[in-house]
């Protein structure tokens, strides 16, 4: 199972949220069933509940794996790691548990 923030790691935790929680992106309504898989150094991040720390750390991965496209230029890096942190700052609003997988 990889990490549901960096799309990296190996999930070792698993967040909890209640479902459907998170905010629409621009038009588009997230699909969300409340868990966030975590590996260990997104958890850390996560634990700190620094959103910018987490969306930069997945932003990085994106890049080294070119896994997005909006990552081809540094204006769409940057737009991604704003996107990305008011996911996570949504995530982290609600509270979530912490379970081992």
């Keep these: 199972m990889q ?3 960096c799309s990296a790691g ?3 935790y698993v967040y ?3 479902m459907g929680f998170l905010p629409s992106i621009g038009d588009a309504v997230q699909a ?3 868990r966030w898989n975590a590996c260990y150094e997104c958890s850390a991040l ?3 509940r620094d959103p910018e720390a987490v969306a930069r750390h997945t932003v990085s ?3 080294r794996d070119a896994l997005n496209p909006m990552i081809l230029t540094p204006e769409g890096s940057a737009q ?3 996107i990305l942190m008011t996911q996570y700052a949504a995530i982290f609003s609600a509270n979530p548990s912490k379970e081992n997988i």
Aim: hydrophobic content about 50%.
């Design 10 to 12: 190996t999930a070792e």
């Design 80 to 82: 991604l790691v704003e």
């Design 46 to 48: 996560v634990d700190a």
């Design 61 to 63: 991965v994106m890049e």
């Design 16 to 18: 909890v949220i209640p």
């Design 3 to 5: 990490c549901d923030f």
């Design 32 to 34: 969300d069933d409340g």
